[in-house]
């Protein structure tokens, strides 16, 4: 008899062993989907939050780590008050259940958290089979017996939907009311709570709000703003991948302000959307990225990310075109007369340049006329450097990326019909604070550069110094131009579209480099904006912006390489061993 017992007890303490084992590895299960429903979160360089992925469900989750005390006590009061006494079950509430399924009775009880747990992370919401309730006895036992009850409640608090693809406590109230879970109120908190039984149609965006609440225009514009950042909106969608950007958020939601503030003044010249690109160099990072000043809105335009768009680019080219000029012998005081040509159209048709303010000004220096942004000696330049040569170095050397094949842009490029994106831009002219060296932009923080020196440093320094020179650019900009910093070291150039459509300004210091675009998304021209009166007032604020950042080193421009030549009562620089008067009427016949 007594051998019997033991057999017994042993039998029943393996079969105790092997469901404690079953019971486990079905916690375990539910621990796994539990961790795999946690949006993955997106991290700027500093380590802060700059937004949310959607998890396998659609749903936007961002976990407590804690439960808040104000926060359990509503909870536990509205969905389950025996939560600290029960096993998972509350038998009461399971009777009152099974008197209502039998139709003895209209009143059923709600279920438990830990079987509400049970039924979100198994799917089964919307699926309440006698099959499924049974499964989800086996889960709830599971759970009870692998995890603490605080565990359990903080899982619930992570896992329940409150409307509007928003998954936990914690989450919705980041987008509901801006705000962590454990600083909200009662009254918000009540908002919350009653979206668990009608998730779709009782959230705080369709409830009444409470005196103590924030108001309805302000629980929908927190919503946008929160569920905005996303990919799919945002202008991270180009990099999808990524899950810790070199992005600056604090300075990234700065300058997205200045470009909003400054569109409001724009908009009377019928400019409605603008983008800024900020680099971090001499790596290239990418320390802003905006492409919307307000992403989250539903008016024309505004939930398009104009930084990769390709627009036409203006007279930004122009620094390009006079490097390559320099390396054939070209230098900044060679005199080119600027003057009326003629030119053939492709189809035969005679065409004669203007200048942006249709003057011509005779005998003037490329300095001067890089200064000035005189379209007439961009391409009298262009011709010396030679339509081939320069659109081989534009697409095989930056492989810079345009609209239309290079060639189809011809004596055009000097005169702004090149299009490109302000990306595009961005990368190509950082070569310059980059002294010839071509990279990559970096916007992952374990991203690898790719390097490529495309030019050689003395030339640079010749573009370097005329970008810099803001008194010979006096002529064309006057001395009141927003793009006459309180500053030195720093270098630019200003493009404007034909017919006004594009005003771009990119700038740089050997640091950071500065990069703005201001038009309109659907195409149509502006009121007479030019890159500096448009772009500019974007680009000046954000320069003062970055000048008195953490991201200034103050390190300077190098042109040591660059040689001082006297030329009548002015000094004129060149390169050394420079042939200055015959380099200088290079272009005199």
């Known amino acids: 008899m007594q051998k019997k017992t033991k057999q017994l007890i042993f039998i029943l303490a393996l079969g105790l062993f092997i469901c404690l084992g079953f019971l486990d590895l079905k916690a375990k299960e539910l621990n796994v989907e539990y961790q795999k429903r946690e949006s993955a979160k997106i991290l700027d360089r500093n380590g802060d939050l700059f937004f949310l992925k959607r998890n396998s469900e659609g749903y936007f989750s961002q976990y407590l ?7 359990k006590g509503l909870v536990l009061e509205q969905e389950d008050h025996w939560f600290f006494w ?6 009461v509430s399971m009777l009152k259940n099974l008197i209502s399924n039998i139709g003895l009775s209209k009143r059923s009880s709600s279920s438990t958290l830990t079987q509400q747990t049970a039924k979100i992370l198994l799917k089964n919401e919307n699926q309440r089979t006698f099959k499924n309730k049974i499964k989800e006895i086996f889960y709830v036992l599971a759970l009870e017996i692998r995890f603490s009850k605080e565990e359990i409640l ?18 919705a109230s980041q987008a509901y009311f801006k705000k962590t879970a454990g600083l909200l109120t009662k009254e918000e908190t009540s908002l919350l709570l009653a979206s668990l039984s009608s998730p779709s149609s009782q959230n705080p965006l369709t409830l009444k709000n409470t005196e103590n609440t924030p108001s309805q225009k302000e629980i929908y514009q927190n919503f946008l703003e929160y569920t905005s950042q996303k990919p799919e909106t945002l202008e991270l969608n180009e990099f999808p991948e990524v899950t810790s950007f070199t992005l600056d958020k604090v300075l990234n939601e700065k300058i997205r302000e200045i470009i909003y503030r400054n569109l409001e003044n724009l908009s009377l010249k019928k400019a409605k ?17 905006i492409g919307s000043p ?7 335009g505004m939930q398009i990310n104009m930084a990769p768009v390709k627009r036409a680019a203006g007279s930004t080219i122009k620094p390009f075109i006079y490097l390559k000029a320099f390396e054939k012998g070209l230098r900044p005081y060679t005199l080119i007369d600027d003057k009326e040509y003629k030119y ?20 003037v220096s490329a300095h001067y006329a890089l200064s000035n942004s005189i379209n007439v000696v961009a391409l009298k330049a262009l011709e010396f450097v030679g339509v081939k040569e320069f659109s081989d170095f534009l697409t095989k050397t930056l492989k810079l990326q345009t609209t239309q094949k290079i060639e189809s842009y011809q004596l055009g490029i000097a005169l702004g019909s090149l299009e490109t994106s302000l990306l595009e831009l961005s990368r190509i002219f950082s070569i310059f604070p980059n002294e010839g060296v071509l990279k990559n932009l970096k916007i992952a923080q374990n991203e ?11 030339f640079i320094a010749l573009v370097n110094k005329i970008l810099s020179d803001r008194k010979t650019s006096q002529d064309q900009f006057s001395y009141q131009s927003p793009l006459n910093l309180p500053f030195s070291n720093y270098g630019l150039k200003t493009g404007t579209s034909q017919n006004y459509k594009d005003s771009w300004v990119v700038g740089y210091t050997s640091d950071f480099l500065v990069a703005v675009w201001v038009g309109n998304a ?29 991201y200034n080193q103050k390190r300077e421009f190098d042109f040591s390489l660059i040689k001082e030549f006297q030329d009548n009562n002015s000094i004129e620089f060149g390169l050394e061993n420079d042939n200055f008067e015959k380099l200088k009427n290079l272009f005199i016949k």
């Open 65 to 71: 780590t804690e439960t808040p005390q104000e926060l």
């Open 86 to 91: 029960h096993f998972g079950l509350n038998p």
């Open 154 to 171: 903080l899982m619930y608090l992570n896992s329940a939907y409150l409307g509007n693809n928003l998954q936990g406590f914690e989450t």
């Open 273 to 289: 959307n603008g983008a800024a690109v900020v680099l971090l160099l001499p790596e290239n990072e990418i320390l802003a990225l």
């Open 294 to 300: 307000q992403p989250f809105s539903f008016e024309e």
């Open 344 to 363: 053939y159209t492709e189809f035969g048709f005679p065409f004669y340049p203007k200048n942006y303010d249709n003057k011509y000004r005779g005998l």
């Open 448 to 458: 690898k550069n790719t390097e490529q020196k495309v030019a050689n440093k003395e």
């Open 522 to 550: 659907n195409n149509t021209k502006t009121e007479g904006l030019s890159g500096q009166e448009g772009a500019g007032l974007i680009w000046s604020e954000i320069m003062e912006l970055m000048f008195t950042s953490k």
